[in-house]
């Protein structure tokens, strides 16, 4: 038939030719033969021709979603985003890649370190903020969920201070590090004098470390910021 001459022509023309003639013979055990297997493998032989060649990279990802070959799949997204011009499709096939490591794969590292290419390009993107977040909360990796706090804090200024408050917890509840905690509640005071959350904070800690002088402190300010008589009226009560 056509795939045996197709093949049985291969040896015998150059390079261009023996290219398109393999993404012809794949085509047609993909599509007309039903061997999805035997196309994969003539689609790798394409790539051994022309290694960016994005008809055989986009027939790989179709092929390799179809039979569920989760590992295959993520090698192929991944050599399609690098010869895609296409930036944003760039992002997708990445995003992709992500979940494909977590969800099939299981491997939440992986994943991790995906997410983490997404966010180097495009510090602003919100699904590799959020999954990130969420994989470095469920791993328990509080440095490094801190760490993408303060990615948030850039391009999200107008959660400041609830993101350093949280910062703050980390350091107080998960990191074991007071000093770095008191420094994160007193910034969200340097902009927001007012701050009841962070002023409440602050005098648990400075109670608990027997710190008179710095509790007497916070509670000057809280009686500063209180809104009306009557709040000033129980803080000295």
Known sequence: GLLAIYRSTLEHVDEDQALELLLKAAAIERDQLGRPDDAVGTFEQALAQ?????????????????????EALVGALRRLAEVTLDFEERFDLL??????????????????????????????????????????????????????????????????????LRIGDL???????????????????SY???????????????????????LVEVYERSFDAAANDDDRVKLCE
Request: aromatic letters at 4%; charged letters at 35%.
């Open 50 to 70: 022309d290694a960016d060649n994005e008809v055989a990279l986009r027939a790989l990802v179709d092929l390799h979603t179809t039979l569920g070959n989760a």
């Open 171 to 189: 350091y107080r509840d998960r990191l074991e590090q007071v000093e770095d905690a008191i420094a994160r509640y007193e910034d969200v005071l």
């Open 95 to 164: 995003k992709l890649v992500a979940q494909v490591q977590e969800q099939q794969l299981e491997d939440p590292i992986a994943a991790v370190e995906t997410w983490t290419l997404v966010l180097e390009d495009r510090e602003t993107d919100t699904d590799a903020l959020d999954n990130l977040e969420r994989l470095h909360e469920s791993r328990s990796d509080w440095e490094a969920l801190v760490e993408l706090l303060e990615v948030r804090i850039r391009v999200q200024p107008e959660d400041g201070s609830a993101l350093n």
């Open 192 to 214: 927001e004098p007012s701050n009841g959350d962070a002023l409440a904070r602050l005098e648990a800690l400075y109670g608990a470390q027997e710190n008179w002088e710095q």
